[in-house]
């Protein structure tokens, strides 16, 4: 029962990256837009605190990247909804739309356990869990897709969750972090939303023809 568990996994795995194959992902602007505010939030806490401002400050400046990336995401979702859709496209929607929750959820979960017993030490493994669950992220699209430098981005992901560790108790955690949301998230965003209307254009003029 297992082995046929598998197969099936498998099988709907290839249906998935077969669909992947024949319309453009529309995952970018998503990633750029999360990459951009959250990457740039970090970037920015970390001028905040060289500047003297550290505590409740970085604290209330994540809180409101959450708002920015809350108000900016019905945008970008218009945006890409104009992008042709596919099942493939739909399930990697579905996967980085709880990966978003899975951070929320341990975002509020840090927040609450420093509230209720002043751990901030709930934060120390905060970055390596977002990171790693970028790396997952990108294993599914690059598999799903079969748009193989996404492998490459996932390993990034993976790497830099456990890189990071040495910075936990250094303010330049968040320059490092920042860097790597932009690289593992904006980056690779962009690049998929070049190629998608690279291969928009191959539809047309194809079409056309």
Known sequence: MAYDSIQDDLAFMRSMAEAGQRVPLSAGPYLVFGGLVFGGTSLLCYAL?????????????????????????????????????????????????????????????????????GAADAWALFPSLVLALYGAGWVVTARVSRIMWLNSVAVGGFAMAVLIVPFERHAFLFVIYGLAILLLSALPGWQLMREARRDGSRGHGAHCG
């Open 49 to 117: 605190f060289a500047a003297g401002m550290g505590g409740n400050t970085l604290l209330w400046t994540w809180i409101a990247s959450l708002i920015v990336f809350g108000a900016g995401f019905p945008l970008v979702h218009r945006a890409a909804k104009t992008q042709p859709q596919s099942r493939a496209n739909d399930t990697l929607g579905m996967v980085w739309t709880a990966i978003g929750w899975v951070i929320f959820a341990c975002f509020l979960a840090a927040l609450a356990s420093q509230y209720f017993y």
